[in-house]
C-alpha cells in the first residue's frame, strides 16, 4: 500500500491540512506538542478507524468544532487508486467513504488499508494488564480474518446478552438460547487463537533475534482461560459455572479473560525482563504483526513509527533501522533529523502548531 495524499479538516490542533507524499520515507520534524503526532494518528485511522494512541474517537475533533474531516488516496498493490473520506463528530459517531460509495458494514472495510503503528505506549502491552494485549491481538485477527471479526462479534454480543440474563436473575431456558451462539462463537474465537498465536510467536522471535544481535530468545506463549477440547466441552464447562455467574450477575470464564505473555530466554518477561528489553520485545511485536498482516492479506502495511528512534541506544536503533522492509512506505516523527546520512532518502516535513512546511 502507498498513500498518495493525506488532506485534514477541524483534526485535534490541526485546522486545515493538505499533503502530497512522492516517496516511501516520509519524516515529520518538529518540536514537542507540534501536531506531528496527530498527523500520524491521522494517517493511522485509515486502517482501523481506530487512534493507536486511546480508545474511542472522544478529543479528535479539534476544540469548538463540530466536525472532523479526513480525505485520503491510497495506491493498492495492483497500483489502482482508491480515495477514502472519513467523517465523524465530537461524539464519535462516523461516517466513512470508499469511493463514494458509504460503508455500512465495518467487516468489507477492515484489512482494506493495512497501517502498523511504532509508539512508546506500546510498553503497556508488556506491563499492563490482559486486556490491552487481548485488544491488539483482537486487532490484528480481526484485520486479517473477517471470519474471526464476526465470531468475535457475536461472541461479544452473545456474552453482554447472558450478562444482562444473569443480572435479572432470568431462568434457565433464557441462559440455554443465548449460550448456543456464545460458546459457538466463543469456541471459533479460541480456535483461531490457538493457531494464530504460534505464528505470531514464530515471528517475534525471528525479530527479536535480529534486534538483539541473537543474544536472547522471545516469544509468547498463549494463556487461555478456558482451554476446551470441542464445543461439548465447552458446554459443559460454561453449564459448570452457571451458578456461580449467577452469584456474580456475569460471565466469568471465557475468551474474554484470555491472555498471553511475552517471554524472554524462556521467562515471564512482565517480570525478568530489562526495560531495554521491553523496548526490544515491542518493537519485536510490531514487526511481527507487519509480518502476520502481509501474509495475511497479501497486501503491505504502512508503518507509522511515532518518535521511537530516540529511546533505543545506538544498537538498536541500527538494528532497528536495517529491519525496516524497503517494499513499505514508512512515516516517522522526530524532534531532530534523521542522521545526515540519511536525510536525501526521507521526504521531510516540518510541523509546527498544526500546520505542515515540505523541507
Known amino acids: 500500500m502507498r498513500l498518495l495524499s493525506i488532506s485534514l479538516e477541524n483534526y485535534r490542533n490541526i485546522e486545515a491540512g493538505s499533503l502530497n507524499f512522492k516517496k516511501n520515507r516520509i519524516f515529520f520534524l518538529g518540536a514537542n506538542g507540534q501536531g506531528k503526532t496527530n498527523l500520524l494518528e491521522a494517517i493511522g485511522l485509515s486502517a482501523s478507524l481506530r487512534s493507536f494512541r486511546k480508545a474511542g474517537m472522544e478529543g479528535l475533533v479539534r476544540l469548538e468544532q463540530k466536525q472532523s474531516r479526513i480525505f485520503y488516496k491510497f495506491h493498492d498493490h495492483d497500483e489502482n487508486e482508491h480515495q477514502i473520506l472519513l467523517q465523524f463528530g465530537q461524539k464519535g459517531k462516523k461516517i466513512l467513504e470508499l469511493d463514494g460509495e458509504e460503508i455500512k458494514r465495518f467487516a468489507?472495510?477492515?484489512?482494506?488499508?493495512?497501517?502498523?503503528?511504532?509508539?512508546?505506549?506500546?510498553?503497556?502491552?508488556v506491563r499492563d494488564g490482559p486486556s490491552e494485549r487481548r485488544k491488539w491481538l483482537d486487532l490484528v485477527l480481526s484485520s486479517s480474518s473477517k471470519e474471526y471479526f464476526?465470531?468475535?462479534?457475536?461472541?461479544?454480543?452473545?456474552?453482554?446478552?447472558?450478562?444482562a440474563i444473569l443480572k435479572q436473575g432470568g431462568g434457565d431456558k433464557e441462559l440455554n438460547a443465548f449460550e448456543k451462539s456464545l460458546i459457538s462463537s466463543a469456541f471459533e474465537?479460541?480456535?483461531?487463537?490457538?493457531?494464530?498465536l504460534p505464528t505470531l510467536s514464530s515471528y517475534l522471535t525471528k525479530y527479536y533475534h535480529k534486534l538483539?544481535?541473537?543474544?536472547?530468545?522471545?516469544?509468547?506463549?498463549?494463556r487461555p482461560d478456558l482451554n476446551p477440547e470441542n464445543e461439548?466441552?465447552?458446554?459443559?464447562r460454561i453449564l459448570d459455572e452457571r451458578s456461580k455467574d449467577r452469584q456474580f450477575g456475569t460471565t466469568r470464564r471465557g475468551p474474554h479473560r484470555d491472555d498471553f505473555e511475552f517471554v524472554l530466554q524462556e521467562k515471564d518477561a512482565?517480570?525478568?525482563?530489562?526495560?531495554?528489553?521491553?523496548?526490544?520485545?515491542?518493537?519485536?511485536?510490531?514487526?511481527?504483526?507487519f509480518e502476520y498482516l502481509k501474509?495475511?492479506?497479501?497486501?503491505?502495511?504502512?508503518?507509522?513509527?511515532?518518535d521511537v528512534l530516540?529511546?533505543?541506544?545506538?544498537?538498536?536503533?541500527?538494528?532497528?533501522?536495517?529491519?525496516?522492509?524497503?517494499?513499505?512506505?514508512?512515516?516517522?516523527?522526530?524532534?531532530?533529523?534523521p542522521e545526515s546520512w540519511e536525510k536525501e532518502s526521507w521526504e521531510c516535513y516540518e510541523v509546527e502548531s498544526g500546520s505542515f512546511t515540505k523541507l
Open 108 to 125: 468489507n472495510y477492515l484489512g482494506g488499508f493495512p497501517s502498523v503503528a511504532f509508539s512508546s505506549r506500546d510498553f503497556r502491552l
Open 150 to 163: 464476526e465470531a468475535l462479534r457475536l461472541y461479544h454480543r452473545s456474552l453482554r446478552e447472558r450478562n
Open 189 to 196: 474465537v479460541f480456535q483461531i487463537r490457538l493457531k494464530s
Open 212 to 222: 538483539s544481535d541473537g543474544v536472547e530468545e522471545a516469544g509468547f506463549k498463549y
Open 232 to 236: 461439548e466441552d465447552l458446554t459443559a
Open 270 to 289: 512482565r517480570t525478568f525482563s530489562s526495560e531495554g528489553q521491553q523496548k526490544g520485545l515491542v518493537l519485536g511485536l510490531r514487526f511481527s504483526e
Open 295 to 306: 501474509n495475511s492479506l497479501g497486501k503491505i502495511p504502512l508503518l507509522l513509527i511515532d
Open 310 to 337: 530516540g529511546e533505543l541506544d545506538e544498537k538498536r536503533k541500527a538494528n532497528f533501522k536495517k529491519l525496516l522492509p524497503a517494499e513499505a512506505q514508512v512515516f516517522a516523527t522526530g524532534t531532530t533529523y
